[in-house]
Structures are given as C-alpha cells and as structure tokens.
C-alpha cells in the first residue's frame, strides 16, 4: 500500500525558512517521480514543484522559483521542500505526491494527506 | 502557461441523475508523438487529500467506480459521473501536467439537490 508521510510544518515568520518532508512507503521510491503542491485555506490546487527519477530533471512554480528547492534523497525514501523567504500567501497545506512513472510530466497518481505550512509575525 | 478553466464552478444535481463538469485550457494539452492527452482529474472530499479518478483525459484509475468517465481532447474535456452518488460530494479538479508550470483549474464543487 502506497503511504506518502508530511511532517516538518508548523508557524513561521515572514522572512524565514521551513524544510518539510515526506516519507515513502509501499513503493520503490527511486523509480518514481515525486512532486510538491499546495492548497491555501478554503482554497483550490496550486502545483508546487516537480522532481524526475534521477534529480536530474526538476520544475518549480513561476511563485516559488529561487525560494523552494525540491530535493530527493532516495536511500531513505524521503522527498525533501526547503523554503527560504517566506511571504503570508505561502500559507497552506503542503501535499507531497507520487508520480505515476520515471518523467516528471507522467502526472500524479497518489497524493499524501499534507502538513499544514502557516506564515505569519 | 498553461491557464485551466472549469464550468461550472459549482453544480447540484439530484442522486442518480447525471453530473457533468467541463474543463478547458488556453492550449493543447494532447502530446502528438504519443496520442496522449495530459489531462487528470482529481476528486477532494473535505478534510481529506485529492484523489486521482481519471488519468490521459480519459483512464479511470484502479477501483474508480465505472460511473464517473472522463472524455476530450486537444483543450477541451469533461468529466462525467452517470449517476451521483451521496459519497461523489466533493470538488473536481482536473489537471494538465503537458508543460511547465504544471496547473490546475480552479475546481468545481458538486453537491446534492
């Protein structure tokens, strides 16, 4: 059974950086593209960030780009969002989710239950 | 990039009776060298993550009740559910993961009348 784990969220300033992760189970995580998005409070869906198999290939959000970096690290099956500079509408439930192959443009086919990112003084 | 819109933005449809919700993208979503569209939608129930239904615009997902169907192509789609369940209330999504940045429409929340 694919589970795909959050933690790492919580309150933090304008201005400062949280690193939240998700822990992979059920899967061979090495073998799968892995994404982040995110969902504001009584909002819709915004697509984060995007990491192929290798690393190799990665994408972020026009909103994101240059203070988030994705990362994966495979030997503990764990995909990392390390967010530097954070503004009030970064505020939202953060998902991680499970590319349905390899390439970063296969789309998502699971999505983890989120840890909750709140920015504010 | 790529814009997703929905319509409409919410419907109420009695149980049993057909659901029907339209999604569109400012551009073609269908990759040529594969016939593949990459189009996805997702369902949320409150409370709870998405949950993927529908993927190439129009693959039900392992386990997805044969009631809800997805059809289209190029930039237009729909998702269809032939006969609304009480547990289908929830907001539909769909997705195109086609070309960076990927996006989502702004989904359309489905409720019982």
């Known amino acids: 059974e694919v589970q795909l784990l959050e933690s790492g969220g919580g309150l933090v300033q304008p201005g400062g950086s949280l690193r939240v992760s998700c822990a992979a189970s059920?899967?061979?995580?090495?073998?799968?593209?892995m994404s982040w998005g995110r969902q504001a409070p009584g909002k819709g869906l915004e697509w984060v960030s995007v990491?192929?198999?290798?690393?190799?290939?990665?994408y972020y959000a026009d909103s994101v780009k240059g203070r988030f970096t994705i990362s994966r690290e495979d030997s503990k099956n764990t995909l990392y969002l390390q967010m530097h500079s954070l503004r009030a509408d970064d505020t939202a439930v953060y998902f991680c989710?499970?590319?349905?192959?390899?390439?970063?443009?296969?789309?998502?086919?699971?999505w983890g239950r989120g840890t909750l990112v709140t920015v504010s003084s | 990039d790529i814009v997703m819109t929905q319509s409409p933005d919410s419907l109420a449809v009695s149980l049993g009776e057909r659901a029907t919700i339209n999604c569109k993208s400012s551009q073609s979503v269908l990759y040529s060298s594969n016939s593949k569209n990459y189009l996805t939608w997702f369902q949320q129930k409150p409370g709870q993550p998405p949950k993927l239904l529908i993927y190439?615009?129009?693959t039900r997902e392992s386990g997805v009740p044969d009631r809800f169907s997805g059809s289209g192509s190029g930039t237009d789609f729909t998702l269809t559910i032939s006969s609304l369940q009480a547990e289908d209330v929830a907001v539909y999504y769909c997705h195109q993961h086609y070309s960076v940045p990927f996006t989502f429409g702004p989904g359309t929340k489905v409720d019982i009348k």
């Open positions: 190439w615009a129009s």
């Open positions: 989710a499970k590319g349905r192959s390899t390439s970063s443009y296969s789309g998502i086919d699971f």
């Open positions: 990491i192929n198999k290798s690393g190799g290939e990665i």
């Open positions: 059920g899967f061979t995580f090495n073998n799968y593209a």
